[in-house]
């Protein structure tokens, strides 16, 4: 069973920064897509930006300019370069890989990001 875990998470002020990093558990083939999801008290879970094997990147309106995906299949890792954070940017962040057999679906237990000052 693959395991994905977060980490960098925390609390920071407004206009701060954080990195998230997701690494899976064991060496894994066939990944197309890796990306982070976020869910809000209350709200739904929404995609924040997600990236797939030829490099291609996709973003949601609310972190285009601020935030970056990017990924090291060598070392099963995606990560979230969040800068110019804003408090509606906190919410509870979820890793996820998807492989090309669409049964391949894996989630991270989630990370919480809380922009506050």
């Known amino acids: 069973q693959v395991q994905l875990v977060e980490s960098g998470g925390g609390l920071v002020q407004p206009g701060g920064s954080l990195r998230l990093s997701c690494v899976a558990s064991?060496?894994?083939?066939?990944?197309?897509?890796m990306g982070w999801y976020r869910q809000a008290p209350g709200k739904e879970r929404e995609l924040v930006a997600d990236?797939?094997?030829?490099?291609?990147?996709n973003y949601a309106d609310f972190v285009k300019g601020r935030f970056t995906i990017s990924r090291d299949n060598a070392k099963n890792t995606v990560y979230l370069e969040m800068n110019s954070l804003k408090p509606e940017d906190t919410a509870v962040y979820y890793c996820r890989f998807v492989g090309y057999d669409s049964r391949a679906d894996y989630w991270g237990q989630g990370i919480q990001v809380t922009v506050s000052s």
């Open positions: 064991r060496s894994m083939f066939g990944i197309n897509v």
């Open positions: 990236t797939n094997s030829r490099g291609g990147t």
